[in-house]
């Protein structure tokens, strides 16, 4: 797989992405995860769905994402969201206890909203560049500054500590249960937004690609993200706006110039030139004068 990675990422590609550098090999890592999600990881998903009651599937996704609290609070204070990170703490405090572990999503109802924090916003909030995106085999789209915070964020990833933290008997087989229920879960979560993807997406990768800039752009801006910078060479167009309106010089041009002549007997028809209508200063008056000298007598 490495070898077909480095050759393929040796190809031309017509109309690169500047973010995308890497795109030949992101693409042969993205053919080969959608051979194993197809081949593998779909059906799996489609029969964990078609077997499991749907109130069985929000336990065990309510299980998962309670995981994920304590790691989310983490990097909300990394980036100085001390309020945050003090309702994610208590989302994971409200459903471990309340909420039988995680199983029942207690907080939510207590209005302590769920959010998505990682280590590789982190990076972002404090100033490191995405860099080229990268496409990381079987885990999918990403950028190098994302897999870094991939890295880190193995080693809180409690569906793999707890059972080592905890010593539990068996601990290894503990661990790739977990792990693996919780890539089917995730899976099975997606199967509607990839089957709308197969329906609509031309091109699949890129498609897929532009998607997650945008997803990651808004969660590091926690929704709000800046306007995007104009290029040099393209500014930022404003609707409506006669500076720049293509057309709006020419009209501009036109309507200095004046009504057209009248070609002469013999003579070619002048070019067309578009005039601005006048509104004489009177016409409302003249246009109550007609209405009073229409209506009928009384």
Same mark, same amino acid.
């Given at each position: 797989m490495l070898l077909a990675a480095v050759l393929a990422g040796c190809a031309s590609v017509s109309s690169p992405d500047p973010r995308d550098p890497w795109e030949g090999m992101n693409r042969a890592t993205f053919e080969f995860n959608? +051979? %194993?999600?197809? +081949? %593998?990881?779909? @059906? %799996?998903a489609e029969g964990y769905r078609f077997v499991l009651p749907e109130i069985v599937r929000t336990g065990i996704r309510n299980f998962f994402s309670n995981l994920q609290d304590p790691w989310i609070a983490l990097n909300q204070l990394l980036q100085g969201k001390v309020e945050r990170?003090?309702?994610d703490a208590s989302r994971f405090l409200w459903n471990s206890t309340f909420g039988l572990g995680g199983v029942l999503d207690v907080a939510t109802d207590m209005r302590l909203p769920k959010h998505n924090e990682d280590f590789g916003q982190t990076l972002a909030v404090w100033g490191v560049d995405s860099g080229p995106y990268f496409v990381i085999p079987i885990l999918g789209p990403s950028t190098v500054r994302d897999a870094a915070g991939i890295v880190v964020a193995t080693q809180a990833y409690l569906p793999w500590q707890l059972p080592k933290w905890l010593d539990f008997n068996n601990r290894v087989t503990w661990q790739w249960s977990l792990t693996g229920?919780?890539?089917v879960q995730t899976r099975a979560n997606l199967l509607d937004a990839t089957n709308l993807l197969e329906e609509a997406a031309l091109d699949r990768y890129a498609f897929i690609r532009d998607a997650y800039f945008?997803?990651?752009r808004n969660l590091i801006y926690d929704g709000n993200p800046p306007p995007l910078p104009a290029s040099?060479?393209?500014p930022a167009a404003v609707p409506n706006d006669p500076q720049t309106d293509a057309g709006a010089p020419a009209i501009e041009a036109a309507q200095?110039?004046? @009504?057209p002549a009248t070609a002469q007997p013999g003579e070619a028809a002048p070019p067309f030139r578009l005039v601005e209508p006048q509104v004489p200063a009177d016409a409302s008056d003249a246009l109550s004068n007609d209405a009073h000298a229409v209506a009928p007598a009384p």
């Open positions: 959608d +051979a %194993v999600d197809r +081949a %593998v990881l779909k @059906p %799996v990170a003090l309702d229920l919780d890539l945008q997803r990651r040099d060479d393209k200095r110039e004046g @009504p």
